[in-house]
């Protein structure tokens, strides 16, 4: 089995849940330089972020990105950019997310338009913000084809923006605004792949399983670990092949 050797990347919603555990476990060989972004690093809820951070000063860099602030993406790029040398930005990974539990007769507006903020429209802004920077390690790279050691989106979707797994679930269906926005983030990784191809940078959607987070809840089978683990797996193993698709973190293909 092949083993991830991203040179850098990049994280969002890294302070806790799945962000903060592919943080930990990208810390175990896998990267040398990783982003941690995060929406307020000095806040009560990126201690634990911290704590890694200062465990390992020289990898783990904390970078201020709230994703539904498009001002503070731009930031955080010109921030990062000036860390990362002419190699670029191996692996950019759309972690962070919001689920208000709303369904089709209490999602406002502004629930759906806050959520399309965050896990939409904000992987878009920082995928084009971070574009120069991974294009930049796509060209350093002399491995060929695509693959995450060389340059790579990764875009944590579930199995609730699936259009066939959705049906099956109980109604009144709770994860409304989540799953329209899930459903667009999936189109998003479609069309970035497409677009991006020949700057050859790759781009997936992967389900993580349900996990025990603050999102995922206690009754979820799976532990951040266990979930973590398998995700890195399927990147390690990401080629041309699975480039615009849906997979979940044991390398099952997902529908649509
Ligand atoms: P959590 O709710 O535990 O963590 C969400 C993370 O996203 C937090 O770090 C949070 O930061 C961050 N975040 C939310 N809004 C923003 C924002 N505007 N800017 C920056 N960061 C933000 O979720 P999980 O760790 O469980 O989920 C991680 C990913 O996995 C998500 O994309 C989710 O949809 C997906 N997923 C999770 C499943 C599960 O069972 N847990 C199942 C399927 C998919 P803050 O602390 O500032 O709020």
Not at 112 to 135: A, C, H, K, S, W
Request: some cysteine.
């Amino acid at each position: 089995m092949a083993t991830l050797k991203s040179c850098s990347a990049l994280v969002t919603g890294a302070n806790r849940g799945l962000g903060l555990e592919i943080v930990k476990q990208l810390l175990e060989g896998h990267c040398f330089k990783i982003f941690a972004g995060c929406r307020d690093p000095d806040g009560p809820n990126s201690e634990s972020l911290r704590e890694l951070a200062n465990k390992h000063p020289s990898i783990v860099t904390l970078v201020r990105i709230d994703v539904a602030d498009p001002r503070s993406i731009k930031e955080s790029a010109e921030k990062v950019s000036s860390l990362l040398g002419n190699s670029g930005l191996n692996l950019l990974v759309n972690n962070a997310a919001v689920l208000p539990q709303k369904s089709m007769l209490t999602a406002t507006v502004k629930d759906m338009q806050d959520t399309f903020n965050t896990n939409v429209i904000g992987p878009m802004l920082v995928i084009r913000e971070y574009l120069p920077y991974l294009r930049a390690a796509a060209k350093a790279s002399a491995k060929a084809g695509l693959s995450c050691d060389k340059a790579a989106i990764v875009n944590i979707s579930t199995d609730s923006a699936s259009m066939s797994i959705v049906p099956t679930m109980q109604a009144p269906f709770p994860l409304f605004p989540y799953s329209i926005s899930k459903a667009g983030l999936n189109m998003l990784t479609v069309c970035s792949a497409m677009e991006l191809k020949e700057d050859e940078i790759l781009c997936v959607s992967i389900h993580p399983g349900w996990v025990k987070t603050d999102m995922g809840g206690d009754k979820a089978p799976l532990t951040s670990r266990e979930s973590v683990e398998g995700i890195l797996r399927v990147m390690s193993g990401l080629t041309d092949k699975q480039n615009g698709g849906f997979m979940d973190y044991t390398g099952k293909i997902m529908p649509w």
